[in-house]
């Protein structure tokens, strides 16, 4: 085979090996060793044609271009200065346009490019550069001759003669329009997980498996209060911030090989300005499609909300416990409790004031009357008391409350009143001094060398009440009480409605107070929270419903209880018999003709045989066979003149409601003292039908 047979071979296996090249790089290489070695074939032709003249048939140039044409990619050849001197068969196909129109055209101003602003720069730096001998590799874009838009990965090699000379410059592109259009759609997602990472609530971050942080989106600046840079620059930050009493949990936690469990963890995190924040922290392995783990992915959400709402919840589930309890028990105690009243006031009246037995009565009736107060704390921060509503005016029951506030706060409190609502609300107005005296009570030992109590209500109108998503949109009177004592921490704030919880000396207080208050808010249709820190003082804002209507009277003059003649006859109905009894003998002795009746079918009979004797029904709401609304529906039916007055030892409100016919017949709560009970009879027998 004869050399010039042997560089052909050579050149048609170069340009078969180009068309297998696998990537980029392997073309690359092949393209410049196809550029060498038809720069060697070239100088060997030219020697030979100053020899002798080349037959048309054997010229080597010519089946070189057969070869360049035969290729797939785009080659071309270009003059020192740039022009062009040949292209082959695909790109004039390409290009659209005859190689007599292209050569010696400055490859610069072709017109295939597209954004000449931008690619005529970029060509003209390629050609120069590969002038000088440099291998000059550029992105291009271009038009095709049916306007479809190119990306060209375009190649300047220097051509040298056989002396090593630049003679020309080889031109070789690839259409990579689909590489980059992958590239571009990768760039895109890329951007869009990066846009969606930095905007949701949670904070996303990434590592490596050897631990390097390579990511964290902006939420970590809101949730941990540092910032990201920091982080990077210390990752160690992040189990830093972390709550001292959870560090050990989380250590354990994150220890576990993540490739085999996930990380799942709920933990504080104390931010910089001292806020302590909850988070739940996700982990998990991001792998590769062989299984291998290429790095740690994790989400960490603030929880602080929800923890703070389930909280509250347990903090309402303790409560509904302790109240069923209380409530449970509460009939049967109220009716013991009646009993010790009731016989403890006849005893106090049968004994001379210097009798032997008359302290030991005394005590007696004390320890009756804080049972039954008791009873009543209980069920009040159950919800369970039975309440007497009146629309009242918030401003008017605190300036009546007032004198006795600053009687129970001392000269060394300053009480301060603000009174600007306009709006009425319907609460219990007893109920609602208590509240009142309640807070004023806690907000005295909280300033034990003295200070300031500042009562302000005023008119709000909210689209939501912070933490009482029970509560609907709508006009409130706010009550504030505010004071500059000691202040909580978040700790006992956490706990402050819990019944029994307090932080005073044992035998200072039963930790119901507050339990107290948050009842009565709560079954008044309302809601109470509090703001408090070590230092500062407290503040309790209550947030009640107005309504529409004029006020009523709160404030009714009563009657003495021995005031006037007992003559009236009254049914006294009562199912407990120890109850009926010790109700009789206070009635009989207060000068009451009683008749006895042990239910509701028992009452009805007498009725039915002597009600031209009888002026009033005392009667039990809740009796087997028949109770106390069936009676007060025959009473309404054939004897309107005889008056009701209804009691109970039962505590749910709904339920003492249902049993009544009427909502606006008198009541009485067991464990009632005799003066009470004497002094309702005389409002209701002297109130006019």
């Known amino acids: 085979m004869t050399n010039r047979q042997q560089a052909l071979a050579a050149l048609r296996d170069q340009c078969r090996a180009i068309e297998s090249a696998q990537d980029q790089a392997e073309l690359f290489d092949r393209l410049t060793a ?40 785009f080659l071309g050849l270009v003059a020192l200065d740039g022009s062009v001197l040949h292209v082959n068969e695909p790109g004039l196909r390409a290009a659209g346009i005859p190689l007599e129109q292209l050569r010696g055209t400055p490859i610069a101003d072709l017109p295939v490019w597209d954004r000449p602003d931008i690619t005529r720069p970029m060509l003209i730096d390629a050609v120069a550069r590969a002038a000088r001998g440099e291998t000059v590799r550029e992105d291009l874009r271009a038009r095709a001759s049916n306007g479809e838009a190119l990306v060209l990965d375009a190649t300047f090699s ?8 630049i003679v020309e410059i080889v031109v070789s592109a690839v259409d990579a329009t689909e590489r980059e259009r992958a590239r571009q759609e990768s760039k895109a997602s890329e951007q869009r997980l990066r846009q969606l990472a930095e905007t949701i609530r949670e904070a996303f971050w990434l590592r490596e498996p050897s631990g390097k942080l390579v990511y964290v989106s902006p939420a970590y600046e809101t949730i941990w209060g540092r910032s990201c840079q920091s982080l990077y620059q210390s990752p160690q930050q992040w189990f830093e911030a972390i709550h001292p009493d959870d560090k050990e949990r989380v250590a354990n936690a994150t220890s576990k090989d993540i490739a085999v469990a996930d990380l799942d963890c709920e933990y504080r995190v104390v931010r910089p300005d001292g806020m302590v924040v909850w988070i739940r922290d996700r982990a998990f392995p991001v792998r590769d499609p062989e299984g291998r783990i290429l790095g740690i992915a994790g989400v960490a959400d603030d929880i602080t ?10 903090q309402a589930q303790k409560m509904e416990s302790v109240g069923r309890l209380a409530g449970g028990i509460a009939h049967d105690f109220n009716n013991l409790v009646t009993v010790i009243l009731g016989n403890a006031d006849l005893i106090a009246s049968l004994v001379p004031p210097d009798h032997e037995a008359t302290p030991l009565v005394g005590e007696i009736l004390q320890t009756g009357r804080r049972a039954a ?21 918030l401003g008017a029951i605190i300036g ?61 109108l909210l689209d939501c009440v912070p933490g009482a998503g029970h509560l609907a949109r709508g006009s409130y009177v706010m009550l504030t009480m505010s004071d500059t004592g000691s202040g909580m921490t978040s700790d006992i704030r956490s706990r402050l409605f819990e019944p029994f919880f307090t932080t005073k000396d044992p035998g200072k207080g039963t930790g119901l107070g507050l339990a ?70 206070t009635l009989r002795r207060a000068g009451y003709q009683v008749i006895e009746a042990a239910d509701g079918r028992d009452a009805i009979e007498v009725l039915d045989r002597a009600s031209a004797d009888i002026q009033l ?59 009470a009970l004497l002094t309702k009879l005389r409002q209701v027998l002297h109130k006019p039908v």
């Open 400 to 460: 009546d409350t007032e004198p006795m506030l600053g009687r129970l706060l001392g000269e060394d409190v300053d009480l301060q009143t603000s009174l600007r609502a306009q709006g009425l609300v319907r609460v219990d107005p007893g109920h609602l001094v208590q509240v009142i005296m309640n807070l004023a009570v806690n907000a005295r030992d909280a300033m034990p060398k003295g200070g300031r109590l500042t009562i302000a209500t005023s008119d709000v």
């Open 516 to 585: 107290v208050v948050y009842g009565i808010v709560q079954q008044s249709g309302g809601h109470i929270d509090v703001d408090s820190e070590p230092g500062v003082g407290t503040r309790f804002h209550i947030y009640l419903p107005t309504v529409t209507g004029e006020a009523d009277g709160v404030r009714p003059t009563l009657e003495a209880a021995g005031g006037g003649a007992a003559y009236e006859t009254i049914l006294l109905v009562e199912d407990d018999e120890d109850v009926r009894r010790t109700t009789a003998r």
């Open 305 to 314: 909300e929800r923890r703070r709402l389930e909280e509250q919840m347990r």
């Open 158 to 165: 220097p051509l040298r003669d056989h002396q090593g000379r």
């Open 373 to 393: 107060a008791l009873t009543r704390q209980l069920l009040a921060f159950s919800r369970q008391q039975v309440l007497d509503p009146k629309v009242v005016d």
């Open 617 to 675: 029904v005392l009667t039990d709401v809740i009796m087997p066979i028949l109770g106390g609304r069936q009676i007060a529906e025959h009473v309404a039916a054939h004897f309107p003149r005889i008056k009701i007055v209804f009691t109970s030892g039962y505590t749910d409100d709904a339920v003492v409601r249902q049993g009544i016919f009427r909502s606006d017949v008198a009541f009485l709560q067991k464990p009632y003292p005799s003066e």
């Open 34 to 73: 196809l550029s060498q070695l038809a720069g060697d074939l070239a100088a060997g032709f030219a020697e030979r044609r100053a020899a002798s003249p080349p037959k048309v048939e054997d010229d080597g140039r010519e089946r070189f271009n057969r070869i360049l044409n035969s290729m797939a990619s």
